[in-house]
């Protein structure tokens, strides 16, 4: 009983200091519930995919769209954590922390359902090459992977790479 209490008050302690995204990118947020309406609902697994697909779903072009998602999935993949004691006093490796594991768990579930649809959906309003490659390319990413993160990232400076067909030219 005194962790649910615990527990509900940094809930709340928390959600105040949390920025409110309707506020902080209010377009993108409203495309956002839209594409995916779960996301209505603020939960702790899914407020970082929430705020990151409202800024994505912001973007001025899909290049922009992209250069988010790279942003935002290299701050989560590679930032180191920090190490934490378990309650005997022993150093907890955070790499094969098994609380930490059950969270990126959950958030990376909540990004596959919330930020790749959004990246997807800026595709769509941008047609082009670029836009095209890069849909090719959201089917195989896989959130978990670094090496999956590499090949998204060449992925995107080979479509960077690619002249931009236009209707008036027939891509000439």
Not at 32 to 37: A, F, G
Not at 75 to 84: D, G, N, V
Request: overall charge neutral; proline content about 7%; charged content about 25%.
């Amino acid at each position: 009983m005194k962790r649910a209490l615990l527990f509900g008050f940094l809930l709340v302690a928390c959600a105040a200091e949390i920025p409110d995204i309707r506020a902080t990118h209010p377009d993108g947020y409203g495309r956002l519930v839209e594409i995916v309406p779960q996301c209505r609902k603020l939960t702790l697994d899914n407020y970082s995919p929430r705020h990151t697909a409202s800024e994505i779903l912001e973007a001025q072009s899909p290049q922009q769209a992209t250069e988010e998602m790279l942003f935002h999935w290299e701050k989560a993949e590679f930032r180191r954590p920090a190490t934490r004691h378990s309650a005997a006093g022993t150093l907890i490796d955070p790499v094969n922390d098994p609380v930490r594991t059950a969270i990126r768990k959950a958030a990376v579930e909540a990004a596959k359902e919330i930020v790749l649809p959004a990246l997807f959906a800026v595709y769509r309003s941008f047609p082009g090459t670029y836009s095209k490659t890069m849909s090719a390319e959201i089917e195989r990413v896989d959130l978990n992977s670094k090496l999956s993160f590499f090949s998204f990232q060449e992925a995107y400076a080979r479509a960077m790479a690619i002249p931009e067909s236009s209707p008036a030219t027939g891509g000439k």
